[in-house]
């Protein structure tokens, strides 16, 4: 896989958590510079993720700005049905 590429399951992942910033900003009706206030980054910035340019941000950021939306957000380990494949990651909107 190329240097610059994210693995299918982290893009897949941060992409999930992106559409929930934008959903929860949609939802309380505040603009992107009230956003980025709210999750401690600055607006150009904010923007640039909610368009998909998000290779630079980590998945832990990404959940903490949901936690500023009063979001908890849990994490689950469980085994994979099958031993020798590997696990993955997703994302399950409650």
């Known amino acids: 896989m190329p240097a610059n590429r994210l693995p299918a399951d982290e893009y897949q992942l941060k992409a999930a958590l ?22 401690g980054v600055k607006q150009p910035n904010l923007s ?6 998000f290779k630079l941000v980590s998945v832990e950021k990404l959940l903490r700005m949901l936690t500023s939306f009063d979001q908890d957000v849990e994490t689950k380990v ?17």
């Open 48 to 53: 640039k993720l909610l368009r998909g340019q």
């Open 78 to 94: 469980k085994p994979h049905r099958k031993r020798g494949e590997g696990g993955r990651i997703t994302f399950i909107r409650a």
């Open 18 to 39: 992106i559409v929930q910033l934008k959903r929860l900003t949609a939802e309380r009706e505040i603009t992107q510079t009230e956003a980025a206030k709210l999750v």
